[in-house]
C-alpha cells in the first residue's frame, strides 16, 4: 500500500470544484497527487488548481499544451506562476504534447524554468505525452516520440503500461514515467486501447499512475480507493 501511496495520481475529471474538493475531502491522507485537466480547469481556470493545492496536497495538471513555442512558453510560465500559499508552487508536474515538435518542448521547459527562477521556486517538472492511451500505438512511435522529449530536456514522459517497460530500460531510472489508462482487472476499458491493472504499471517501470473513472465513478470511492491500495 506504502508504495502506490506514493506514486498514485487521481484524476480530478469533474466540472465543479465543489465535486472537486468534496472528493479531496473524502479521500483524505490516503492521496497526495491529484490531476487537474481539461475538464476542471476549463470550468474552474487557475482557481481550482490554487484551492486544491491548498489543502496541501501536489497538483499535476495535464492540459496537455500543443500550440506554437511562444504561446506554450507563456503557458507553461503562467502555470509555474500558480501559488498556493506560503510562496509554495501549486503544480509539481505538467504536460506537453511531444506532437508540437522539438522547439515547443524546449520552449516549455524554458517557460517553466524562467519562471521558477524568477520566483525562486521548484520548477515544475516538464513531461511529454507520446500517445494518447485511447489510441492504438505502435511501440517504436512511443519510443521516438520519448527520444524527442529527452533529446528536448524534458523530465519524462505519459506511456501506457504497454511501453513503459523498454522506455524505463532505454532512458534511464531518473526519467519520469506517468502511466494513465489504469483499471481493475474485470472493469470496462470505455474507449481506452492501452490499459493495465495498477500492478502491471508499477512492474513495468511507472514512477507514477492515473486513476479516474474507477474512483470517481464508484458507488464508494473510498472503498474503490482502498481496494486498489490493498
Known amino acids: 500500500m506504502s508504495e502506490l501511496k506514493e506514486k498514485l495520481i487521481v484524476a480530478l475529471d469533474v466540472d465543479s470544484l465543489e465535486k472537486a474538493e468534496g472528493l479531496v475531502a473524502l479521500l483524505g491522507e490516503r492521496v497526495k497527487f491529484y490531476k487537474i485537466g481539461s475538464p ?4 474552474c481556470g487557475p ?6 493545492a491548498k489543502k496541501g496536497v501536489k497538483i499535476f495538471l495535464d492540459l496537455k499544451y500543443h500550440d506554437i513555442p511562444n504561446t506554450v512558453y507563456a503557458a507553461s510560465s ?4 500558480i501559488i498556493a500559499q506560503d ?4 503544480v509539481f ?7 508540437g515538435g ?25 513531461i511529454g505525452v507520446t500517445r494518447l492511451t485511447s489510441e ?4 517504436e512511435d512511443v519510443i521516438d516520440a520519448a527520444r524527442l522529449a529527452m533529446d528536448a530536456g524534458l523530465d519524462g514522459v505519459v506511456c501506457s503500461a504497454y511501453e513503459a517497460k523498454k522506455i524505463r530500460r532505454e532512458f534511464g531510472e531518473k526519467f519520469i514515467i506517468v502511466t494513465p ?8 476499458k470505455h474507449e481506452q486501447k492501452r490499459v493495465a491493472t495498477a500492478r502491471e504499471a508499477l512492474e513495468a517501470g511507472a514512477d507514477y499512475i492515473v486513476v479516474g473513472r474507477p474512483i470517481l465513478e464508484a458507488k464508494d470511492p473510498l472503498k474503490a480507493l482502498d481496494d486498489l491500495l490493498d
Open 87 to 90: 510562496k509554495k508552487p501549486a
Open 136 to 139: 492504438e500505438a505502435d511501440l
Open 78 to 81: 503562467a502555470a509555474t506562476g
Open 47 to 52: 482557481k481550482a488548481v490554487k484551492d486544491i
Open 181 to 188: 489508462g489504469i483499471r481493475p482487472k474485470g472493469y470496462p
Open 40 to 43: 476542471l480547469f476549463t470550468a
Open 93 to 99: 508536474m505538467m504536460t506537453v504534447h511531444i506532437k
Open 102 to 126: 522539438k522547439e515547443m518542448l524546449r520552449q516549455a521547459l524554458e517557460g517553466a524554468r524562467s519562471k521558477a527562477g524568477e520566483l525562486n521556486i521548484t520548477r515544475p517538472f516538464v
